[in-house]
């Protein structure tokens, strides 16, 4: 196999070896399939689509975890210790973070592998940060494929860690088992500024922070938060959302935490709704692929790139309606208007 990266500049691989070498659990492997996979560049995408064929038949056997929470209520330090924990009872997790983007650089602003030192050490874990870029939602637009790959190298807990709180936070939900939404203790105005979408997304909320004296106002916001609940459609008929309390930086809670995603595992497994949801989940993938794929050709397109900035200055102007402009690239894109080609 030989394989020289600058980034994203000089990526060449045989792919049949390094999907053997993934497979075997390579490390260094597992991250330059990564590396292939996110790769913007369009001539690494057949080897993308290549390996990605070869590494499915050995994917689809872990617990696929999505966390996300509100700013400050502790996402990463409660991962390390969740992690931690895992590892402990004999798993291999790998955690796919996506963190903020510098705007200059276009790279990780935090770094969680700094912010999770402790689990990054541990030979059973992977933790693969990458930056958010444009991409909505607090996932990248390879994160499911990330997924993918890190389940071919034998791991069989994926976590994968979102921005923060939004709405558009249902892709994280969209490509995972079981949605864990972090919040800090505090009704009220907290539980007030809470999206509807983001709660009906949540298979289990956890009050973190639940220490010293946080430890009985924890108790009382999680009291309301499953008031609250009651009032919204779990995502699942076989699982009724859970609410408990915890506290990442003395370590309670976390056993609870872990059994309760055993549980719900166990509980759509059983019922046959882990395969149904699964499957819904690779027709959704399929699609938003279309989607993201036809857009870059539509910017890509040279005789659209020649309209663009006219468009937007007349719709920026008031000059033309934004659908009129929409339609006359797609058109244009389409081939269906040759004289605005003249």
């Not at 389940?151 to 892709?171: F, K, L, N, P, W």
Request: glycine content about 8%.
């Amino acid at each position: 196999m030989t394989i020289q990266a600058d980034n994203e500049a000089s990526l060449t691989m045989d792919i049949g070896s390094l999907a053997d070498a993934v497979l075997k659990g390579d490390r260094r492997a597992l991250a330059r399939a990564i590396t292939l996979v996110e790769s913007t560049r369009n001539d690494h995408r057949a080897d993308a689509n290549a390996l990605l064929q070869a590494l499915l038949p050995s994917t689809g056997r872990s617990i696929r975890l999505g966390i996300s929470g509100v700013p400050g209520v502790g996402k990463s330090t409660f991962i390390e210790v969740l992690g931690n924990h895992v590892i402990d009872q004999g798993h291999r997790v790998a955690v796919l973070t996506v963190d903020p983007s510098s705007a200059i650089s276009g790279g990780s602003i935090l770094g969680d592998k700094t912010r999770m030192e402790l689990l990054s050490r541990r030979p059973e874990a992977y933790i693969r940060p990458s930056p958010a870029g444009k991409t909505l939602g607090g996932v990248t637009r390879r994160s499911r494929e990330a997924l993918i790959v890190c389940e071919a190298a034998g791991y069989d807990v994926v976590i994968v860690e979102t921005v923060g709180v939004g709405q558009s936070e249902t892709r994280v939900a969209d490509m995972t088992d079981m949605f864990m939404l972090l919040l800090l203790p505090g009704g009220g105005d907290e539980l007030q500024g809470i999206k509807r979408g983001i709660m009906e997304l949540a298979d289990l909320v956890l009050i973190n922070k639940a220490d010293d004296d946080m430890a009985a106002l924890a108790k009382r916001s999680a009291a309301e938060y499953r008031n609250a609940l009651r009032l919204l459609h779990p995502r699942s008929q076989h699982w009724k959302v859970r609410v408990q309390t915890c506290s990442a930086r003395d370590g309670t809670g976390i056993e609870e935490a872990w059994q309760q995603v055993l549980q719900h595992h166990a509980a759509l497994q059983e019922a046959g709704e882990l395969a149904v949801r699964r499957a819904g989940q690779a027709r959704d993938w399929m699609w938003s692929e279309v989607d993201d794929a036809l857009l870059a050709a539509l910017q890509d397109d040279p005789a659209v790139c020649e309209q663009i900035p006219l468009l937007e200055t007349a719709v920026s102007e008031g000059r033309l309606p934004p659908v009129t402009a929409a339609r006359q690239l797609l058109e244009l894109f389409l081939g269906q208007n040759p004289e605005s080609k003249s």
